[in-house]
């Protein structure tokens, strides 16, 4: 299975900062990366799919990039509400895999 | 508007069974391939198991190989996951997940339940 590393395993930030969360496969997985965002006790929230493509309805300032093995997820002007923990996962294998999660925290 | 509702949920004991179910709605569910995809207390996201759209094809994480086993319903609009032989390593809050599919192979997780827990305890 292919294995995904994200980087840091915690972010501590504050409202108004830009944060960088990386996401490195095991193998190249083209651009079959998604990311989300997960608050306790709710349901996962797609944020990013095919490494750069917002979903509708998510802001603006999330923006995904790479390619190949590595990849980013950067959030500008951290909003309160982006106080959670973001996952990758990749669905270039016949069973996806997550990151093991990023903890943006203030 | 989709809408995923996971049930069966409980404590058990190790070794004991359980069937968990997801009840969908808003989309045609016998066009989609479902996931079930977990999250053990203090952990990430564990993807679980996936079957196909129409229940031939079906995989799952090494861990739960052998002793889970993923079906549907299509009838019923309804996906399962049967549980035997539970650990106390399967602790977990279990989502079922829909896929969108972005490209003809590829596809990211739009649509999750709200989850159900299960916890293996003596």
């Known amino acids: 299975d292919i294995q995904m590393t994200q980087s840091p395993s915690s972010l501590p930030a504050s409202v108004g900062d830009s944060v960088t969360i990386t996401c490195r496969a095991s193998q190249t997985i083209s651009t079959y990366l998604n990311w989300y965002q997960h608050e306790l006790g709710k349901a996962p929230k797609l944020l990013i799919y095919?490494?750069?493509n917002l979903r509708s309805g998510v802001p603006s300032r999330f923006r995904g990039s790479g390619s190949g093995a590595d990849f980013t997820l950067t959030i500008s002007s951290l909003q309160p509400e982006d106080f959670a923990t973001y996952y990758c996962?990749?669905?270039?294998?016949?069973?996806?895999?997550f990151g093991q999660g990023t903890r943006l925290e203030i | 508007q989709v809408h995923l509702v996971e049930s069966g949920g409980g404590v058990v004991q190790p070794g004991r069974s359980l069937r968990l179910s997801c009840v969908a709605s808003?989309?045609?569910?016998?066009?989609?391939?479902m996931h079930w995809v977990r999250q053990a207390p203090g952990k990430g996201l564990e993807w679980v198991a996936i079957?196909?759209?129409?229940?031939?094809?079906?995989y799952y994480v090494d861990s739960v190989k052998g002793r889970f086993t993923i079906s549907r319903d299509n009838s019923k609009n309804t996906l399962y996951l049967q549980m035997n032989s539970l650990r106390a390593e399967d602790t977990a809050v279990y989502y079922c997940?829909?896929?969108?599919?972005?490209?003809?192979?590829?596809?990211?997780?739009?649509?999750w339940g709200q989850g159900t827990l299960v916890t293996v305890s003596s």
């Open positions: 808003g989309f045609t569910f016998s066009s989609y391939a």
């Open positions: 997940a829909k896929p969108y599919y972005y490209d003809s192979s590829s596809y990211a997780f739009d649509h």
């Open positions: 095919a490494a750069s």
């Open positions: 996962q990749q669905s270039f294998g016949t069973r996806p895999t």
């Open positions: 079957v196909s759209y129409d229940g031939t094809n079906k």
